[in-house]
C-alpha cells in the first residue's frame, strides 16, 4: 500500500475467473495507472485476458455499494452496518420462529469461491442458519463432477484434473477453455498449452454443437447433438472392450466393478448411437481407438457435458474412460492435486466428503447433494405454499434471475418473499429484490489465497495476494460480514457443543489469514503441525509475490482414496440405474420429440465476459452488440432470415427478442446465446450494463429440465422455436 507519487508495482493473481493468471499492477499517488501479466509469475508466465484489466473498473465502479443500503418505497436509503446487521438479524429470526428454520433458504453464488474469506467463513453463517434449504451455483454447474468423485473416489472434491502439459491426446468435450480460460482445471495461457500439445506431436479433438474457438486450435472437431454426449461415451467405452483396447494396468489392483462396466456398455454400440449423437459410427470407432492407443491420453468433460439431462452419467463415464484406459492418476492423464491447502485432506479426515440424497426437495422430490438441493428448484420451494415453504433468502455474491433456469419464474418468487438479504456489492437483478444489501470490500481492498482453484490446478502451486488499497472507511471485508450475521444467529439454531467448538476455533485463528497460516503448516508442504524451518508457511509464501511451482501433479492412488472399501468404485450402483434411464430414453428417441420447438438452445462464454456481473465495465461491453443467437446457414434459408435480424425465440418458459447472427460454426439445428445478459429489468443500479442490456438466456431454460440423478440444471439442448 502506498500514498507516494512513485509508480510502484503491486504482483497478485486475478480472481476473476479460475485460470489464476499474476498480473502486475501499477499505482500512482493511489490510482491505477496499468494492469498487465506478471511475466515472473511461475504458473502463469504473463498471461492475461480483457478482464485483468477491468478490475481497476470494478474499483473505481460508481454503481458498486459501499455502504448497507435498505429498501423503500423512495427507492434505496443508506443505513449504518449496526442497523443493517441488527434488521438482518431480527427478521430472519422473526420467519424462523414463526414458521421454522427451513422457511429461510440461502443462495451462494460464484465469486464466493474466488475469495477465500468467504470460503472459509461463509459456511459458518450457513450453519448457523440451520436450514436444509440450501443452494448455490453448483447446481449450474458442476455437481455431476463432484458426485461422480464422491461415488467413485469417496470425496467430492477429489476432481481428477486433465494433465495437459504431458498429455499426448486431449479430447475434449463440452469446454471451451480457449474462451472461458479453463474450468475444473486451472491452467493460465491454456490455448498456448494447448497449442504445445500438437507442437510436441499429439492430437487435440474438440466435440462440440458448435465449432469453437477451441476447436479452431485443435486437430478435430466433432458436431454432437447436445444432450447425447452419454451414448458417445458409452458408445467409446464398447468399442474399447469389445476390441481388448482398455489397459487399466495398475489401477486393476484397486478397482473395483469394471467387469460390470464391460457388460452395462455392450448394447451401446456406435451403430446404435450414431443416429442420436448425430456422429457417424466409424467417427467414434476412430475415436475410441486414437485414444486407446495414444501413449498417454485424457479425455475432459465441462459444463457442456454437466449441465444435460444425462449430466451424472456424463462425469462418470469421463472418469470410466480414462480409468479404463489406463489414463487415470498418470502422467499425461487425469491426476490428483496435492494443494498447500489441502482442503481435499483436511475434510477427508474429518469426514466432510460429500453426501447424496439424504433428503429430497419437497415440491420435486430432487435430491440433496453435499448438504444442497438443486437450484432448480428454488423458485417454486418459494412459491408453492405448505408446511416447509421458503419466505426468507439469504443470497451471497450470487445473481441467480440471469444465472438459473427460468430467471423469470425465479423473479416472481422472490417478489413474495417476506424477507431477502443479499451481502453484494450491485443492485442487479436479484439483489434488487432484498430488503436490505450488505456490501463487502472490493477485489483490490483485500487479501486473497485461491483456496479451491490451486485444488483444480494442473500443477502443484501456492500464491499469496496481499491488499492493494487500504478498504474504504466503515467497509467491511465479506467474511467480517459473515461473521457478524453468525455470532447474531448462532444462539437460535446451533446446538450449544458446536457453537462453542465453533466460537473457540474463530477466537484461535482471527480471521482468514490465521487459517491460511494453519492450513500450510499442518499440510503437505509444511511439515505437520511442527514449526518446520523448510516447510511452507504463510510468511514463506508473502515472500515469494509471483507464487512457489510445488512441481507437476504426482500419482497418488491409491492411497488417496476415500471410499469405505478403499478401491475405486467404477460401478456405483446410483450410475448403474441411471443407465437404464439412458437405454429407455434411445429407444424412444426420434428427431421430431420437441413437436414445433424445431431448434435446440445452448450457451456460450465471451472473452470480455463474466458470468452476469462484469457487464458495467465499459472497457469490456463496449464495441458490437455479441449478445446474439447464433443459427447456421440452413437454418436460416429454411425460415427465410437475413443476417441481423432480429428475431423472436420461445422455449416452453419464455420468449425473448434477438439479433441473430448466421455461420456455419453452428451444428445445424442447433442455435446458441450467450449467457448472462438481459440487463432490462426496471429497478438495476448498473448504468453501463442497462446501455448494452442484451436478454437472458436463462428467460428459455426450463427449470423442469434437469439430470434426474444429480439435480443438476439441463441447460444444454433447450427445445426453442423462432418465430418472425
Ligand atoms: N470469459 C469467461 N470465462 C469464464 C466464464 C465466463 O462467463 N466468461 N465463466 C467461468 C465459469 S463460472 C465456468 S463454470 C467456466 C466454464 O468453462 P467451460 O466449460 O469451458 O465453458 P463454456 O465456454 O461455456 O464451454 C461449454 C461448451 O460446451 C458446449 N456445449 C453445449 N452443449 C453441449 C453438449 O450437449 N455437448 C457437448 N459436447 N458440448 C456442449 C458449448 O458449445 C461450449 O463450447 O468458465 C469460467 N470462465
Ligand atoms: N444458461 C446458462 N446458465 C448458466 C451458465 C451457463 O453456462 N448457461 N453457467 C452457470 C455457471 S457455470 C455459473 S458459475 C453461474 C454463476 O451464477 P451466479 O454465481 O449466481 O451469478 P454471477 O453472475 O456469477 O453473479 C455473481 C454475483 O456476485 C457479486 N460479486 C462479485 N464479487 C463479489 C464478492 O467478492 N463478494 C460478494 N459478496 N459478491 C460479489 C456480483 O455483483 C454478482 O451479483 O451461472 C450459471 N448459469
Ligand atoms: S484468464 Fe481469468 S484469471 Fe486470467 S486474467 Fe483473465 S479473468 Fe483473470
Ligand atoms: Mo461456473
Known amino acids: 500500500m502506498t500514498t507516494t507519487s512513485q509508480t510502484i508495482s503491486h504482483f497478485r493473481t486475478c480472481n476473476l475467473c479460475e485460470a489464476m493468471c499474476g498480473i502486475e499492477i501499477k499505482v500512482q499517488d493511489g490510482q491505477v495507472v496499468s494492469i498487465a501479466g506478471d511475466r515472473q509469475d511461475s504458473f502463469s508466465r504473463g498471461h492475461i485476458c480483457p478482464k485483468a484489466v477491468a478490475l481497476q473498473d470494478l474499483h473505481s465502479d460508481p454503481d458498486r455499494l459501499r455502504h448497507p443500503v435498505r429498501r423503500t418505497a423512495d427507492g434505496w436509503e443508506r443505513i449504518s452496518w449496526e442497523e443493517a446487521f441488527d434488521t438482518v438479524a431480527t427478521k430472519l429470526r422473526e420467519v424462523q420462529m414463526k414458521h421454522g428454520p427451513d422457511a429461510v433458504a440461502s443462495y451462494s453464488g460464484n465469486p464466493n469461491v474466488h475469495n477465500y474469506g468467504s470460503i472459509m467463513f461463509g459456511p459458518f453463517l450457513l450453519r448457523s442458519l440451520g436450514t436444509k434449504n440450501k443452494f448455490s451455483a453448483t447446481s449450474v454447474d458442476q455437481l455431476p463432477h463432484h458426485l461422480a468423485s464422491f461415488l467413485m473416489f469417496g470425496h467430492q472434491l477429489a476432481l481428477p484434473i486433465p494433465d495437459i502439459d504431458r498429455t499426448d491426446f486431449f479430447l475434449i468435450m463440452g469446454g471451451n477453455p480457449v474462451v472461458s480460460n479453463g474450468s475444473l482445471m486451472t491452467a493460465p495461457d ?87 449423437t448425430g456422429i457417424p459410427a466409424e467417427r467414434i470407432r476412430t475415436l475410441a481407438r486414437a485414444f486407446a492407443g495414444a501413449k498417454t491420453a485424457v479425455c475432459y468433460g465441462r459444463i457442456g457435458l454437466s449441465t444435460q439431462e444425462f449430466g451424472g452419467l456424463c462425469q462418470w463415464l469421463v472418469n470410466l474412460v480414462n480409468l479404463v484406459t489406463g489414463n487415470l492418476d498418470a502422467p499425461g492423464g487425469s491426476m490428483f492435486t496435492l494443494p498447500a491447502f489441502d482442503t481435499v485432506g483436511i475434510s477427508g479426515r474429518t469426514g466432510q466428503r460429500g453426501s447424496f440424497a439424504r433428503r429430497r426437495t419437497r415440491v420435486r422430490n430432487l435430491p440433496e447433494f453435499g448438504g444442497e438441493f438443486p437450484v432448480a428448484a428454488l423458485a417454486e420451494e418459494i412459491l408453492t405454499p405448505g408446511p416447509g415453504q421458503i419466505r426468507a433468502l439469504v443470497s451471497s455474491a450470487g445473481n441467480p434471475v440471469l444465472s438459473t433456469p427460468n430467471g423469470g419464474q425465479l423473479e416472481q418468487a422472490l417478489e413474495n418473499l417476506d424477507f431477502m438479504v443479499s451481502i453484494d456489492v450491485y443492485v442487479n437483478e436479484t439483489t434488487r429484490h432484498a430488503h436490505i444489501i450488505l456490501p463487502p470490500t472490493g477485489p483490490l481492498e483485500h487479501e486473497n489465497y485461491d483456496v479451491v482453484f490451486h485444488v483444480l490446478a494442473i500443477r502443484n502451486t501456492a500464491k499469496y495476494t496481499p491488499a492493494l488499497f487500504e478498504p474504504a472507511p466503515d467497509t467491511r471485508h465479506d467474511w467480517e460480514i459473515f461473521l457478524e450475521l453468525f455470532r447474531r444467529l448462532a444462539g437460535d439454531q446451533l446446538p450449544p457443543r458446536e457453537k462453542k467448538r465453533i466460537t473457540k476455533w474463530l477466537a484461535k485463528h482471527k480471521g482468514p489469514e490465521g487459517v491460511l497460516d494453519w492450513a500450510f503448516r499442518s499440510g503437505p508442504y509444511g511439515g505437520r503441525f511442527k514449526q518446520s524451518a523448510t516447510g511452507l508457511t504463510l510468511g514463506k509464501l508473502k515472500n515469494a509475490p509471483h507464487g512457489i511451482d510445488l512441481g507437476p501433479l504426482v500419482p497418488c492412488l491409491p492411497k488417496r482414496l476415500f471410499t469405505p472399501s478403499k478401491r475405486i468404485e467404477a460401478a456405483p450402483e446410483p450410475f448403474v440405474a441411471d443407465v437404464e434411464r439412458l437405454r429407455l430414453r434411445l429407444q424412444e428417441w426420434s428427431a421430431s420429440t420437441n413437436g414445433d420447438f424445431d431448434l435446440l438452445l445452448i450457451g456460450r462464454r465471451q472473452l470480455r465476459s463474466n458470468n452476469s456481473w462484469m457487464h458495467n465495465s465499459f472497457r469490456l461491453v463496449k464495441g458490437k452488440d455479441r449478445c446474439t443467437l447464433l443459427i447456421h446457414p440452413e437454418d436460416a434459408v429454411k425460415r427465410q432470415l437475413t443476417q441481423g435480424q432480429t428475431v423472436r425465440v420461445a422455449s416452453r418458459v419464455g420468449t425473448i427478442q434477438t439479433k441473430i447472427d448466421i455461420t456455419a460454426e453452428m451444428m445445424p439445428g442447433v442455435v446458441s446465446l450467450p449467457h448472462g445478459w438481459g440487463h432490462t429489468r426496471p429497478g438495476i443500479k448498473l448504468q453501463t450494463a442497462q446501455e448494452f442490456a442484451g436478454v437472458s438466456l436463462n428467460d428459455l431454460t426450463d427449470h423442469a429440465a434437469v439430470d434426474t440423478l444429480s439435480g443438476n440444471a439441463a441447460l444444454c439442448g433447450v427445445p426453442v422455436r423462432i418465430e418472425n
Open 190 to 276: 491454456v490455448a498456448n498449452r494447448i497449442k504445445d500439445i500438437r507442437k510436441r506431436g499429439g492430437k487435440v479433438v474438440v466435440v462440440d454443437p458448435r465449432k469453437t474457438e477451441t476447436a479452431e486450435i485443435a486437430d478435430e472437431h466433432l458436431f454432437i447433438r447436445p444432450g447425447t454426449d452419454a451414448w458417445l461415451l458409452m458408445a467409446m467405452l464398447q468399442v474399447m472392450f469389445a476390441e481388448n483396447l482398455e489397459k487399466p494396468g495398475r489401477l486393476l489392483e484397486f478397482t473395483s466393478g469394471l467387469e460390470q462396466i464391460r457388460e452395462l456398455v455392450t448394447a451401446f454400440t456406435p451403430e446404435a448411437v450414431a443416429g442420436v
